[in-house]
């Protein structure tokens, strides 16, 4: 059976390799007679997997020493809440609404404190991303906050906003590892892993050591402190996760580390970008500015038009091109593992597609 190109915004595509590696490995782990699912968390074995995992992470981002990298379970939902949850001391959070995902963290952390849109791109359905210079940030402000790339916006940042001073929280599910990043900017980065990374239900929190601190009355699974004192291993983590994770970040330093990995996206979304700039059928959503390098957004002249462009598709073994409801028409995520190869296919479809279309 043929591999599909995967083309979903998450769970997503994962790199061929790794999947090998991995079914390789699945039976017998090193010698150990068990699969990594059946081995204990607290063994030498798995001490070596996260281990390794910690530290290609830190390579490929040259992570400074005083951030922690902590292994977070319960995807990005969990993130939304923990940040105020552990940020907030007596201030409020500042937002910034480029999308559907920074206004769910926006949303949750109302519940938890005084929290302030400082900047927002709605006015025209986030398909663009707001200014950032000279952001409104409140004196009593705990953090800032926004979402780097909007995954179902299909924008991004390019710059990274001044927060005055202030923490500056990013949630980096849907561009993680995709270019270098100046990690030093930034109180917290943190990612789910299910877009660029790995399986979901892992988050993965890159932490300054200054903004965790041991709040009593928290819930224990809810505290920065508690995955940073037991190097993310107070209960049992999600073991299979963090290994499949840790394959993910060596072939990225196999690829080169992130240069190599930045100029290959942007050499993979250039093709499409083109493709749609030259098309007379199909057209970006994104404004040009604000356009992601990993999720292309796009929509032809009618909804049968888009539901019949993605039907064709999956016939050729392109699949889950179909846009988000709050956008429609049709979206390609182009992470990391998806090949270049990939992206040259659907765009030789769409442009097939349009020929035939104008006939
Ligand atoms: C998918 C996504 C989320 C939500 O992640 P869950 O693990 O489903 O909670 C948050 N932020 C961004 C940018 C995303 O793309």
Redesign the pocket.
């Known amino acids: 059976m043929e591999r599909a190109y995967n083309f979903s ?2 769970p997503a595509v994962l790199p061929e390799e790794v999947l090998r590696e991995a079914a390789d490995e699945m039976m017998n782990y090193h010698g150990s007679g068990m699969s990594v699912m059946e081995i204990s968390h607290r063994s030498d074995l798995f001490d070596e997997i996260i281990t390794a995992a910690e530290q290609d992470l830190r390579d490929l981002l040259s992570i400074p020493d005083h951030y922690k990298i902590l292994f977070i379970q ?7 809440s923990m940040v105020p949850m552990n940020l907030l001391q007596g201030g409020c959070g500042d937002y910034i609404l480029s ?1 559907h ?1 920074s206004k ?2 926006y949303q949750e952390a109302l519940k938890f404190g005084p929290a302030h849109v400082i900047a927002d791109s709605s006015d025209r359905n986030f398909s663009y991303v707001p200014d950032v210079s000279g952001l409104p940030v409140h004196e009593d402000a705990d953090y800032v906050y926004y ?6 916006f299909g924008t991004r940042f390019r710059e990274i906003p001044d927060s005055c001073g202030k923490p500056l929280v990013s ?4 561009c993680f590892l995709s270019e270098p990043l100046d990690v030093s900017q930034f109180g917290i980065l943190w ?2 892993v ?2 660029n990374i790995g399986p ?2 892992l ?1 993965i929190a890159i932490v300054r050591e200054d903004l965790i601190r041991d709040i009593p009355e928290l819930p224990v699974m809810m505290k920065y402190s508690t995955y940073a004192d037991s190097r993310s291993l107070f209960n049992t983590p999600p073991v299979y996760n963090i290994y499949i994770c840790g394959k993910v970040f060596r072939w990225l330093k196999n690829m080169g580390g992130l240069e190599a990995v930045k100029q290959r996206n942007e050499e993979k979304a250039k093709i499409l970008y083109d493709f749609l700039d030259s098309s007379k059928l199909f057209h970006g959503t994104a404004e040009r500015e604000s356009r992601s390098l990993m999720n292309v957004t796009f929509v032809s002249d009618s909804k049968e038009t888009d539901a019949l462009a993605v039907r064709k598709a999956a016939e050729n073994n392109l699949l889950n091109l179909k846009g988000h409801r709050s956008v429609g028409g049709l979206r390609a995520s182009i992470y990391n593992a998806m090949p270049k190869e990939g992206v040259e296919k659907l765009t030789a479809f769409l442009r097939e597609f349009e020929n035939d279309y104008r006939r």
Do not use: R
């Not at 979402?147 to 179902?152: D, E, F, L, Q, S």
């Open positions: 915004a998450g319960g995807g990005g939902h969990v993130q939304f999308g995902w769910k963290a979402c780097m790339n909007n995954t179902i949630d980096i599910s849907s990612g789910g299910q877009k979901a239900g988050a």
